[in-house]
């Protein structure tokens, strides 16, 4: 998702021009994991002066910002902090205005890069905004950036002019949710703070000379110390032991010779400086050393192995060629009192990819998380209620059409017919399920009262664009499934639902697939929240989602057996059926997508319930087949249709429920080959029997050395007709 990158260089001359490649050329090193728009913070030509820049798009477009600006790039810095940031839109569309780093105010006093969602954001904008703050984006960070600036000004007033990590501490207890953050200020020059609740950061760290310990102290606040003032609470707290330090004098104290602050001569270091001890040299003055902070180690590995993992609300403050680690709360017993810096051993892309040989395995295998995200404070599984918030006020309006069509492309076409039937019972209205080119083709007739909804991951595909705005044309209510947002169709439809899985880079679809099924289930719950009739079916289905992202992770333990029979039972085959019937004929098309388009195999679902109409004739025991027997109403019709195959000597390989005793006797006498997935709700199945099919297609590709991420004539996104 989002990246954070920061580049701190201390006494190691840089030129601007050097520092902004450094922090661009970082970005670039987080490109693969997804975004819509990016920015830096740098130094403007005397210390208090920050310069921003933004731009959404891809890196270039950031670098052809800062060109356009012509910043000078020969200005030699001895010692600079720079931070930098992709972004993956969550709050509020990727416009210039929203793109990192977000700041305090106009003179740009506090700026701050942010991965993560403060869930607080509303209520700390209200408090902020009723103190006369005002805000230009619809960011959660921006509150962070001015509870900064608003701290900062209130203690300063009360004569406590804190240290930025004691400031940081303050800024922390207001925030709820997750952060991986630095901060940037006028107010502290050549200091950066880094820290994190439940978002990754690691600072890396390069030194010519070696390293006193591998090592760095974690420093704890002194609670004989009183407090400064909180946030938002009372103005008659007195200053903490560090804050009275520097009104003492060591702070800012630095000379300026009127372009760099001067470095502290050894006495006026040891001043401030007490634990870091890593980074000092023999006589106790610093070395020179630069830092790369980030959110990703493959935008540090290139320029040092030696990283350092910061944890859960570690405050990391890099200033004057040291890196000081505070904790706002003394440590439990067994709490580590050090982090240690640890040299990496790994290459770049294996951290790309983590322990995963190919994004298409990344993605299948963070399934048990996407489905997560996708109903994260949107289902209330006590209440059994459910809430989107992108769909609320149009609920009225999709109650009243007189039919829902919806219409995508490939997969995601697949997870509208997945969850068609369970749509028409629980809302009852008629639904149709539309290609988008041939719903184009056929100039299908669209009315005023019809609602038309577009399922797309990229929200770009050019047909389902196409059919939008002829659906917008004729007057129809359009609604957006879509994972992008900011995306030309989450854009043009008159409202929808993100599906929050996060960016998907293999081309082929997989954890797109579950999210957008799961969010379809999601609004049809929805529509039907009224209707007594539904009321036990409903919360059927929505205990079921509960359980879902585990038995996710359950079916994702079929990996080896999958893998053992793709280079056996399946190898070296031109051709492969997969039938299913019912809520699985979905998962049957979109099983031989997932094969032909990664492994060239040819694939074909099909209907079992026509196999007797004319497919039976390919059936012998050489073909491989694969059948969902998976429980539910159809059951024994699916049972009676692999009986016909198996009659005409075919041994499908069966994806059933575990422990199913119809399957394990026909297994044997048979001599079946079965895979077995929990047993969920039955419009629920298809979320778990297509992870065994994603798994075949991804092995069989393997094996037959095709590059699974980037599949021959494909694109990520098709943006063509
Ligand atoms: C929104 C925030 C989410 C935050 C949550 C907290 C955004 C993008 N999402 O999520 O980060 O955690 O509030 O309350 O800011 N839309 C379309 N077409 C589409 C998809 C969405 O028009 O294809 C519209 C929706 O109608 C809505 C907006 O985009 O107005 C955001 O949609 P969504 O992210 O699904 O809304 P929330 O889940 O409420
Ligand atoms: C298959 C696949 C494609 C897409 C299709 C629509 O794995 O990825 O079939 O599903 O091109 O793309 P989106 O969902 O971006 O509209």
């Known amino acids: 998702m989002c990246g954070i990158f920061g580049y701190c260089n201390y006494l190691v001359e840089r030129s601007r021009g050097e520092i902004i490649d450094t922090l661009v050329e970082g970005l670039q090193r987080l490109e693969y994991r997804g975004y819509d728009s990016t920015g830096i913070a740098i130094d403007g030509d005397t210390p208090d002066k920050t310069l921003l820049y933004k731009q959404i798009g891809k890196v270039d477009a950031l670098k052809q910002e800062i060109a356009r600006d012509a910043p000078e790039r020969d200005i030699a810095f001895a010692s600079h902090c720079g931070i930098a940031h992709t972004r993956w839109a969550t709050h509020g569309e990727p416009r210039q205005i929203n793109c990192h780093p977000q700041r305090s105010d106009s003179q740009n006093a506090f700026t701050v890069v942010h991965n993560g969602i403060i869930t607080n954001f509303r209520e700390l904008r209200t408090l902020l905004a009723n103190r006369g703050y005002t805000f230009e984006s619809d960011t959660d960070t921006e509150c962070i950036a001015i509870l900064f600036k608003h701290l900062y000004d209130e203690n300063l007033s009360n004569g406590h002019e804190l240290d930025f990590h004691e400031l940081t501490k303050l800024v922390l207890t207001e925030l709820e949710g997750s952060y991986g953050l630095l901060c940037k200020s006028v107010h502290y020059p050549e200091e950066v703070i880094a820290t994190r609740k439940g978002s990754p950061l690691l600072i890396g760290v390069k030194s010519d000379k070696k390293l006193k310990v591998d090592f760095v102290d974690i420093e704890f606040p002194d609670d004989t110390a009183g407090k400064p003032d909180t946030p938002l609470g009372s103005k008659n707290a007195t200053p903490n032991a560090s804050s009275r330090n520097l009104l003492n004098g060591n702070r800012r104290t630095r000379p300026f010779d009127g372009n760099n602050l001067l470095p502290l001569t050894a006495n006026e270091f040891n001043l401030r400086h007490s634990q870091s001890r890593a980074f000092l040299s023999e006589d106790g003055t610093p070395n020179p050393v630069e830092f790369f902070v980030s959110s990703d180690a493959a935008s540090v590995i290139k320029h040092t192995k030696k990283v350092l993992f910061l944890e859960d609300d570690d405050i990391a403050h890099i200033y004057d060629g040291e890196l000081h680690i505070h904790r706002s709360r003394r440590p439990e017993v067994g709490a580590s009192m050090t982090r240690s810096i640890q040299t990496l051993e790994m290459e770049l892309a294996q951290i790309m990819k983590g322990p995963y040989k190919h994004f298409m395995q990344k993605e299948i295998f963070e399934q048990p998380d996407s489905a997560l995200n996708t109903m994260r404070g949107r289902i209330d599984f006590e209440n059994g209620s459910i809430m989107l918030g992108g769909l609320k006020a149009w609920l009225p309006a999709v109650r009243r059409a007189r039919r829902l069509i919806m219409i995508a492309c490939g997969t995601s076409y697949h997870s509208c017919l997945a969850t068609r039937a369970m749509f028409e019972e629980l809302s009852e209205i008629p639904v149709s399920v539309e290609l988008a080119s041939d719903f184009l083709d056929r100039k299908c007739p669209v009315f005023r009262d019809d609602v038309c909804c577009f399922v797309s991951q990229s929200g770009e595909t050019a047909d389902t664009m196409l059919a939008l705005n002829y659906c917008l044309e004729r007057g129809a209510l359009t609604l957006g499934i879509v994972n992008s947002v900011g995306s030309s169709i989450s854009r043009a439809t008159h409202c929808g639902v993100h599906i929050n899985a996060g960016p998907e880079?293999?081309?082929?679809?997989?954890?797109?697939?579950?999210?957008?099924?799961?969010?379809?289930?999601?609004?049809?719950?929805?529509?039907?929240?009224?209707?007594?009739?539904?009321?036990?079916?409903?919360?059927?289905?929505?205990?079921g989602l509960h359980n879902i992202p585990d038995q996710i992770r359950e079916v994702l333990q079929l990996e080896s057996r999958i893998k053992e029979l793709c280079q056996n039972d399946l190898k070296d085959h031109k051709s492969l059926l997969v039938l299913g019937r019912g809520y699985q004929f979905a998962s049957a098309l979109e099983g031989a997508l997932k094969i032909k388009e990664i492994s060239y195999m040819h694939s074909e679902g099909v209907l079992a319930g026509e196999l007797k109409h004319g497919v039976l004739a390919l059936v012998d025991e050489q073909l491989p087949i694969i059948a969902f027997g998976t429980r539910d109403s159809l059951f024994p019709k699916v049972v009676s249709s692999i009986e016909q195959v198996t009659a005409r000597k075919g041994r499908p390989i069966i994806i059933c429920n575990t422990n199913d005793e119809v399957w394990a006797k026909k297994a044997e006498t048979n001599k079946l080959l079965t895979l077995e997935v929990p047993q969920t709700v039955d419009c629920l199945q298809g979320l778990l029997n297509i992870i065994p099919l994603q798994l075949v297609s991804y092995w069989l590709a393997v094996n037959r050395g095709i590059d699974v991420d980037f599949p021959r004539n494909l694109a990520k996104s098709v943006t063509v007709e």
């Open 505 to 543: 880079i293999g081309v082929a679809s997989t954890k797109a697939y579950t999210s957008q099924y799961i969010a379809l289930v999601m609004f049809a719950l929805s529509l039907s929240d009224d209707r007594v009739s539904k009321i036990e079916r409903r919360k059927d289905i929505i205990r």
